[in-house]
């Protein structure tokens, strides 16, 4: 049986291999589908909020959407990535019982940091390391933080995993013929509802 850190190995190859058979606008995307299921957390939205205001939130998710669908200006990139390099908190200062929605804030802006600076830039990492990995550490936080009346931690274990196979199914969605078919929640669709349970709690 594989250990933990072989399947890592094996995944992170993979999907540096697939994002490369893919070409810009299609990378894009697939960066967008990766961070998506963090606008659903909606305790992540409500700490980004604490911090901000209504018109900063709607923007970083505006950009996610635009990058979906490969609508995305050179204009709105800029824009949001120098407001995500201005937007900044102490996390040694946060209550303990908002650890977990400081962490995944941290996650998914800098996800979408790293979203922004390939539209820009065009330097491949930043949607394997910046993008897809983003999710999945958000889920390994929930796995090793993971409280009594969460989840259960199995059922995260699964997800994690489901991950992994998602990510590589949704780069050979992206390049087939129907990209414009594809709606932005597939294959997310359980991990998203995993996420919204998280409200409140």
């Given amino acids: 049986?594989?250990?933990?850190?072989?399947?890592?190995?094996?995944?992170?190859?993979?999907?540096?291999?697939?994002?490369?058979?893919?070409n810009k606008r299609q990378i894009v995307s697939f960066g967008a589908w990766s961070l998506f299921p963090f606008t659903k957390d909606k305790e992540i939205m409500k700490f980004i909020a604490s911090l901000s205001n209504k018109i900063f939130i709607d923007k970083i998710i505006s950009f996610v959407y635009s990058c979906w669908d490969g609508?995305?200006?050179i204009e709105e990139t800029k824009n949001v990535?120098?407001?995500?390099?201005?937007?900044?908190?102490?996390?040694?200062?946060?209550?303990?019982?908002?650890?977990?929605s400081s962490q995944g804030a941290i996650d998914f802006l800098g996800g979408v940091e790293a979203l922004s600076e390939?539209?820009?830039?065009?330097?491949?990492?930043?949607?394997?390391?910046?993008c897809a990995y983003q999710i999945l550490f958000r889920i390994d936080y929930k796995i090793a933080f993971h409280q009594e009346d969460d989840i259960d931690i199995t059922v995260l274990e699964d997800i994690y995993t489901k991950e992994m196979k998602n990510q590589l199914k949704m780069i050979e969605d992206i390049s087939g013929s129907q990209k414009e078919?594809?709606?932005?929640?597939?294959?997310?669709?359980?991990?998203?509802?995993?996420?919204?349970?998280?409200e409140g709690e």
Avoid: C
């Fill in 1 to 22: 049986m594989d250990s933990l850190l072989d399947n890592w190995n094996k995944y992170s190859e993979s999907i540096s291999l697939a994002i490369e058979q893919l």
């Fill in 118 to 130: 390939f539209v820009l830039k065009g330097n491949k990492n930043d949607i394997t390391q910046g």
């Fill in 181 to 198: 078919a594809l709606q932005i929640e597939r294959h997310h669709e359980e991990l998203i509802s995993i996420f919204a349970k998280y």
């Fill in 81 to 100: 990535y120098e407001m995500l390099i201005a937007f900044k908190w102490d996390s040694d200062e946060i209550p303990m019982e908002r650890e977990d």
């Fill in 71 to 73: 609508k995305q200006t």
